[in-house]
């Protein structure tokens, strides 16, 4: 039988009409509600292209080196800030260093995350360190400078620094707690009536790669964090400003910027004799004009945590060696990170993070060869 188009519409009675309408009305909402979820799914997955990034409560909220510039300097000299800092060329990251580094945003569900590029890193140095520029634009390569300006950020600001390398495995709270550091918003800052009732001092915190100490590798710049105002960062950047102004005679980026500075820097700082001990560090940095921006009260204390190499290195290309190269280091064809972390039993330890390696600089530039590794 054929069936009527109009007149049989027409003869629905009222209350099958409603009910028809309502149907319709459930399949429409149904329908706007699948579309908003989706887009808003789809938006958390990280873009790295300024103005796309997103906010979500499920991951740390990107605030831009702009943004970070234009705040007060945090006065809360003994509480690390919610601040996870990375660096790049540009905002356009490499796959593999995409998707670490949102490991490191969801580990960090209620911090801020700032990616600063070459351009960002000499406004900050233009607008807190302009006696630092002249030496920041001697230096040979981007590298060279990549590696100062991170000890910058921490003395700065504070907060957390990582290579794109790095794979976030735990929350970084837990371990400062451990350690008797709080760690509290940026924006939001402690009243500073309490600030007095820290004990701790300032700290700043590295990791241990492999378990040879006399290896001037083994304290890595991959991963560092402080609280603000930690005078060991001007220690180190017054060695570097020496270095250049005497020539090295050997440009090597490890030697005048990187972890072979750092590894020795703190042997300087750390040294038996006590040098700098209490307010001799303050007095020593006095004259670096960077000090006159923090006013640490008289007595409080100073240190500086290397931690064991599980915590943030539990791969060492030093001590591992070939055993576990080909799947835990990103630039190898084989690499595998699942099955790396399970031979390193990350989750035993605890691992808080781990880094992959992969070597993209060189001193004139990117290693192409590298970077077509990690682009994928």
Not at 146 to 156: E, K, Q, S
Not at 237 to 249: H, I, N, R, Y
Not at 280 to 288: F, G, N, R, S
Not at 303 to 331: H, K, M, N
């Amino acid at each position: 039988m054929e069936k009527m188009d109009s007149p049989s519409q027409r003869g629905i009675n009222a209350l099958q009409q409603f009910y028809g309408n309502r149907k319709s009305l459930r399949w429409v909402v149904f329908l706007v509600i699948a579309a908003l979820s989706t887009l808003y799914f789809t938006g958390q997955s990280y873009t790295p292209t300024v103005g796309q990034h997103r906010t979500s409560k499920t991951k740390a909220r990107y605030l831009s080196p702009k943004q970070l510039l234009e705040r007060p300097i945090s006065k809360d000299l003994q509480t690390i800030p919610k601040l996870f800092h990375q660096s790049w060329s540009s905002t356009e990251l490499p796959a593999k260093m995409e998707r670490w580094s949102a490991t490191c945003r969801r580990a960090h569900p209620d911090w801020e995350w700032v990616l600063w590029t070459d351009k960002d890193n000499e406004e900050l140095v233009k607008q807190y360190f302009p006696w630092l520029l002249k030496t920041y634009k001697a230096l040979p390569g981007v590298i060279y400078r990549a590696d100062l300006v991170r000890n910058l950020y921490m003395h700065m600001f504070g907060g957390v620094y990582a290579d794109l390398d790095v794979e976030c495995l735990l929350p970084s709270d837990e371990l400062f707690k451990s350690y008797n550091v709080s760690t509290v918003s940026h924006a939001k800052p402690r009243p500073l009536t309490t600030h007095d009732m820290h004990k701790s001092g300032r700290k700043a915190f590295f990791g241990r790669m492999g378990t040879d100490n006399d290896f001037d590798n083994s304290i890595p710049n991959a991963w560092m964090a402080s609280t603000p105002g930690h005078p060991f960062f001007l220690l180190l950047v017054e060695s570097v400003m020496k270095e250049v102004s005497d020539g090295p005679e050997h440009w090597s980026a490890e030697a005048v910027t990187g972890p072979a500075k750092l590894y020795y820097t703190y042997g300087e700082y750390s040294s038996p004799e006590g040098k700098y001990l209490g307010d001799a560090l303050d007095k020593h940095v006095a004259k670096i004009p960077a000090a006159k921006q923090f006013t640490p009260r008289k007595g409080l204390g100073h240190s500086v945590e290397v931690l064991p190499f599980q915590y943030i290195y539990p791969y060492s290309w030093q001590r591992d060696g070939e055993a576990f190269r080909s799947v835990c280091w990103a630039t190898q064809k084989t690499f595998n990170a699942t099955k790396c972390k399970l031979l390193l039993a990350t989750d035993h330890w605890p691992s808080y993070t781990i880094t992959y390696w992969s070597h993209t600089w060189t001193g004139d530039g990117h290693d192409e060869g590298n970077l077509a590794q990690l682009d994928r």
